[in-house]
């Protein structure tokens, strides 16, 4: 497959549960392919034995790693230093560390500044430095659970719902309020929060999500389009729209403009303009009533 994307996948054994492996794979489908596939710890605890079937299973190389020292992780270390030689001797696109332990937060920021992406997967108790050092970080306690998983995932151990509502909000309104396909703003959020996922919210896909919030935003496919839209209902769009409609006649070879264009640039730029939204019964009325705008010849409209 052209342009596909090489992985390193490297799971901290001692940290992470051997019940995620198939997540860890239908997660990274999504981005390429897992070239290099290791497992760190020491398989001959009764803790980590689990780990001895999916290895077989998926093709994993384990590093047996014995403690030989009190206080000591050396399978940290080792995962450590494979990283470092993958690093730079390896044709890998993306690092994924499978691991909660903070004790890899430099190593992810050192694999960054070297250009690689660098994905997380852990569960929910990761500390924030470690999930601000990657690009993504998945919770996979929390996509990872069925009807008969009784643990609770607390609201304190993710981006809090509030803040990510906020946070659409004031990437719409940078917007006028509309952006033609919600994926724009999916991926704005996840370059703030690495953590984010509409699944960490018990929503399948990202516009399910956008829908709790029905209060503030819309969610709708537009006309002709495949991609659903967002618009927010009470925002800044009217004086959006005005500013918009006095810069279009500004801008025209005659410093003038029929209505009926006016009207079809604007509907171009903000499809869901409805002049009955501001009170109007017609777009006559609206954009006479912006400050500067008067109509000449019947129909014309100029800024004054």
Known sequence: MENQKNIALLID??????????????????????????????LSKEHTKPWIEPVQKYAIIPVQQYQNSVG????????V?????????????????????????????????????????????????????FDKFQYLNVIDI???????????????IEEIKN????????????VENVGVIKEKLQKKYPDFDSRNY???????????????????????KRTKAAKLKNSKTRETIEAFVIDTIRNSKKKRLNIGEVNKKVMEKYPEFNPKDYGYKQVKLFFTNIKGIKI?????????
């Open 167 to 178: 946070e659409i909000i004031t990437l719409l309104e940078l917007e006028d309020g509309f």
């Open 202 to 224: 018990g929503c399948s896909k990202f516009s399910k999500f956008i829908e709790l919030f029905s209060e503030e935003i819309e969610v709708f496919i537009q006309k002709d």
């Open 72 to 79: 000591k992780n050396s399978s940290d270390m080792a995962l």
């Open 146 to 160: 069925d009807d008969s998983d009784t643990q609770v995932i607390l609201d304190n151990e993710i981006t809090p």
């Open 81 to 133: 230093i494979d990283a470092m030689d993958i690093l730079y001797n390896n044709p890998v696109d993306i690092f994924c560390i499978a691991s909660s332990d903070s004790d890899f937060t430099r190593l992810a920021s050192r694999i960054r500044q070297e250009g690689k992406m660098v994905f997380g997967m852990g569960e929910s108790k990761a500390s924030q430095p470690l999930v601000n050092a």
């Open 296 to 304: 000449k010849d019947t129909n014309d409209l100029v800024v004054e």
């Open 13 to 42: 054994a001692e940290n992470i549960s051997y019940k995620y492996i198939d997540t860890i794979f239908d997660e990274l489908k999504e981005y390429g392919n897992v070239t290099i596939r290791k497992l760190y710890g020491d």
